[in-house]
């Protein structure tokens, strides 16, 4: 048995990987890929563009799903967090644009800066998010959707009356140091988060929550703390995730982040199924080209030009029906709360069962 | 003086309005436990009924008091029909189920509808707003001082319209047979069910009733706005969840009060401080009322049955 | 709240409690005290005010008047789990178990959420500095520090223990709601268990049992007392599994305790036999009074 403190490791413990390396492997796997990928794609503007916009809605699908899978909770706001992100991170460079770090490279000082402009947009998403989910999460899951989406329209009106924030207009003029390889970092993050989480006796806590509130709570589990705290790890992703998205779109304005954008990662979180962290990444990945695909299939096509630009516009309600059919047709989602590999055929190498 | 005197009308007239179609949340949650998502959408939807049937009527028509008439009993019949409907085919089969899949359901309804207006494919109406037709010609039915304070008749109509409504419910509430098994199956459908009380038929009418009103509630704001837009449900529909809430949602009254402490709030940001914060006054007032007292102000945070 | 507490003294103790719901009184002038290796019983008819009664010494309800004490703390307005901290569990009548989970996790989520924690009270923003050391907890989470992977693999094995004190070993990886009813049962003791409580409250523990489970949950109840050195106290419509083990047993009715003492002095006190056990009582047990 191990004493509390000790610092002999449990024998099944003990594996080719030493205990103090298992925690960050992932990162320095991920890194060399990252650098090829950035380096082949580098050249073509359209998919550089593409990509982004696909890691971008993985950070936001993958992170709201830490929240309205894994805790059973409702956020319809996620576009709230995200905006905020996006403007902090964007009048950061902006101010910082004139700075560079004299010991290093230029490219390498703006890189930095980038990082700097990204965490500042994550914790001030982070803390409005454990503003707004304090007083909601206290009560019953159903507040926590109005307030999110409340916040969404506040986030909204505060902006159209900033100067700071360019008012309806927008922000033009942020430097583009996005890059793949920066975006898809993010994503490796917080995939990786969310996995270990889920893997771990947080993430117990909040299956426990989704479960049964009320037995959790008798169990001795600080619901309300879970749930805060899950919240803010979520809204902190989503700030991450917007501002990735303002270092690459030319602009952004309080349309980039209405309701719409909002319902879009739900749809995403819901199809792939409440709880289910790859279920939400291949749900993303296809909401986001399915569009992108439809249009230039209706643009070979050629003769329906007009029809090419209703793919945007019949988006919306077509996500609206996909949610009530999905809901009375399989309300689990395409993977429930399992996970890829458990859905993978039989021959494949698979993970123990269970949820974490 | 007068200029508050001015805003207090104002503000008690769209508070009126919102009340209406709070009492139709409350009500439903009150049977379901369910926020019907798809209230204000269902009103939006209600609204252009009302459009379009005046327009049918033409312009003559449209202005008699049966060309009124005839308007809110098309517009509060179809959306009776629809709030059925909605009920019968994405709600009742949800209704074992966890309580998440049916509010996802009411955002996924909610978003069909307001979205699915917004296309300009067959009868849908397109995105840009249109203007709603005078059906009430505007008259100013009362002048203090040189203007300072205007009442228009469509304020005294529509004030008067959403209190008739109200009484009626009130009535019908408690008055009536309908009423009681509806508080029984608000108290507890199954129970209700095991009494005899046609659960199922309870849950509809409550809903055809809360769309109808909402209906009503929605041309009295379009007429009030001169204006009909697609997206006017989920805003208006917001505002008014936020009053049955900061009423306490599930109560009556307190949906009536908190609708019109909002119509006054909104009326006083826009008339002394800015009309651009108006949208943000509503959800920053919630927050607040979530804070101090979280069952809202009439209600009780009612403890889960263990 | 460290205070050395002996065996003697009260680790659950309810003076005074009185609830009202609006009009209704619940719960009127409720006494109790549990000591550790105490079996108490709660009987009465349905609707006496049993199921209310657990609620308000867990937190679930407040008290309108009177006093709740967990191991000697006043816990008047405090939520469940920080009464659960301070060493109270409970069952559920119906059972709550969280159903998508393994057997195993069911049990770890009880052990884990004992302790570790920092409780943070609502309302306190002062105490960020505590706030903020529950999210380095989860950062040791997200770095798998070996601090961590020790800690977990310390709370597997707790829960495999207690999984197998309940004779649920082979149910280890199956998911709690594939488990037939006795075991789910009994997976909802072992998670109590698992929070390491000083008293154990349970609701109608042998509701759905048959005749054999009954009585081998009987002996299984006298066994974790004496095993875990708990206090308990049981809600149950079995007259037999209450007369058979409790050594005290308290009667509500109406939300009044109208009668307290050995099981031989409540079977045939007079108010009890009115109020609950009744004819057919008399007659099946030959006439007590």
């Known amino acids: 048995m191990a004493t509390p403190g000790a610092t002999t490791l449990p024998d099944d413990m003990a594996g080719p990987i030493p205990p103090a390396l298992r925690g960050l492997l992932p990162v320095l796997l991920a890194l060399p890929v990252l650098a090829l990928a950035e380096w082949t794609l580098g050249a073509s503007p359209f998919a550089t563009y593409l990509l982004s916009v696909v890691g971008v809605n993985i950070i936001l699908a993958v992170s709201l799903n830490i929240v309205n899978g894994m805790t059973g909770q409702f956020s319809i706001g996620h576009a709230g967090f995200m905006a905020v992100g996006a403007y902090i991170a964007g009048v950061t460079s902006l101010s910082l644009k004139e700075v560079a770090l004299s010991f290093l490279p230029v490219a390498a000082s703006d890189q930095v800066l980038f990082v700097v402009a990204l965490l500042a947009g994550g914790v001030c998403a982070a803390l409005c998010g454990f503003l707004v989910g304090l007083p909601s999460l206290r009560l019953r899951g159903d507040y926590l959707a109005i307030v999110t989406l409340g916040f969404g329209e506040i986030i909204r009106v505060f902006v159209q009356n900033t100067e700071a924030f360019g008012r309806a207009l927008g922000l033009s003029g942020i430097p583009q140091y996005s890059s793949v390889a920066m975006v898809y970092f993010w994503v490796f993050l917080v995939v990786l988060v969310a996995r270990r989480i889920a893997g771990s006796s947080h993430g117990r806590s909040l299956w426990a929550i989704r479960e049964d509130e009320v037995a959790a709570e008798a169990m001795g589990v600080d619901t309300t703390g879970y749930k805060v705290r899950a919240f803010v790890i979520s809204s902190f992703f989503a700030g991450i995730a917007g501002g990735l998205f303002a270092h690459f779109v030319p602009i952004i304005n309080p349309g980039s982040f209405t309701f719409v954008k909002s319902m879009e990662i739900v749809v995403m979180v819901v199809l792939g199924g409440l709880g289910s962290t790859t279920g939400a990444i291949v749900a993303a990945i296809f909401l986001t080209l399915l569009p992108e695909g439809l249009r230039s299939v209706f643009g070979y096509l050629g003769a329906e030009g007009s029809l090419a630009q209703k793919v945007d516009q019949i988006r919306m309600p077509v996500y609206g029906v996909l949610l009530v059919v999905l809901m009375l047709a399989r309300p689990q989602g395409l993977f429930g709360t399992k996970e890829l590999w458990d859905v993978l055929p039989r021959w494949l190498p698979r993970k123990k069962k269970g949820l974490s | 003086m007068s200029q508050l005197l001015q805003h207090l009308i104002n503000g008690l007239a769209s508070g009126t309005i919102y009340a209406l179609v709070a009492l139709g949340y409350t009500m439903v949650y009150g049977v379901l436990k369910l926020i019907n998502f798809a209230h204000g959408d269902v009103m939006m939807v209600g609204v252009y009924m009302g459009y379009a049937t005046a327009f049918a009527l033409g312009r003559e028509a449209q202005r008699s008091l049966w060309g009124v008439v005839i308007i809110f009993a098309v517009a509060m019949g179809g959306c009776a029909l629809l709030g059925f409907l909605i009920e019968r085919f994405a709600y009742r089969p949800l209704r074992e189920k966890p309580r998440l899949t049916a509010l996802i359901t009411a955002i996924g309804i909610s978003f069909a509808l307001s979205y699915g207006f917004q296309l300009d494919i067959g009868f849908l109406p397109g995105a840009s707003p249109r203007a709603f037709p005078e059906v009430i010609v505007p008259t100013e039915w009362f002048i203090i001082g040189d203007r300072d304070v205007v009442v228009w008749n469509w304020q005294v109509i529509s004030f008067l319209i959403a209190v008739t409504l109200m009484v009626t419910l009130q009535f019908l509430v408690y008055r009536t047979r309908f009423g009681k098994a509806m508080r029984a199956v608000s108290w507890d459908h199954r129970t209700a069910a095991l009494m005899g009380i046609p659960t199922d038929r309870i849950i509809a009418l409550t809903f055809m009733l809360s769309s109808a009103l909402a209906a009503g509630a929605g041309l009295l704001y379009a007429i009030k706005d001169t204006s009909v837009s697609p997206l006017m449900g989920l805003y208006v529909g917001l505002k008014a969840f936020v009053a049955a809430v900061i009423g306490g949602i599930g109560n009556v009254p307190g949906a009536v009060v908190g609708a019109l402490l909002l119509g006054l709030v909104e009326e006083f940001v826009v008339g002394y401080a800015a009309s651009t914060w108006r949208d943000a006054v509503a959800f920053g007032f919630l927050i607040l009322v979530l804070l101090v007292k979280p069952g809202g102000l009439f209600g009780r945070v009612a403890a889960e049955k263990v | ?289």
């Open chain 3, 1 to 289: 709240m460290s205070v050395a507490v002996t065996s003697q003294d009260a680790m659950l103790q309810a003076s005074g409690v009185s609830i009202r719901f609006g009009g209704l009184k619940a719960l009127t002038d409720f006494n109790l005290t549990v000591r550790q290796g105490d079996l108490l019983g709660l009987i009465g008819p349905n609707g006496a005010g049993k199921s209310t009664a657990f609620n308000v010494l867990t937190g679930v309800y407040q008290p309108t008047e009177g006093e709740v004490r967990v191991a000697g703390q006043k816990v008047n307005g405090w939520v469940p789990h920080q009464i659960n901290h301070l060493g109270l569990a409970r069952t559920f009548q119906n059972i709550r178990l969280f159903r998508a989970l393994t057997a195993l996790d069911n049990v770890k989520v009880a052990c884990r959420a004992q302790g570790a924690l920092h409780p943070v009270k609502l309302g306190q923003v002062a105490k960020v500095g505590t706030a903020l050391r529950n999210y380095r907890d989860w950062w040791r989470a997200l770095l798998l520090t070996p601090g961590f992977q020790r800690e977990e693999h310390e709370l597997t094995r707790q829960a495999e223990h207690l999984l197998e004190v309940m004779g649920l070993s082979h149910r280890r990886d199956e998911e709690a709601k594939n488990l037939p009813y006795g075991e789910q049962r009994r997976l909802e003791i072992a998670r109590a268990l698992g929070t390491r409580p000083k008293v154990l409250l349970l609701d109608e523990p042998a509701a759905g049992m048959n005749t054999r489970e009954k009585a081998d949950l009987m002996v299984l109840i006298r066994r974790l007392r004496d095993e875990f050195s708990l206090g308990v106290l049981v809600i149950e419509h079995d007259m037999k599994l209450v007369m058979g083990i409790c050594e005290t047993i308290t009667v509500l009715d109406h939300g009044e305790t109208i009668a307290r003492g050995a099981p031989a002095e409540v079977r045939s006190d007079r108010k009890v036999i009115e109020a609950y056990l009744g004819d057919s009582y008399l007659e099946s047990h030959g006439g007590a009074a």
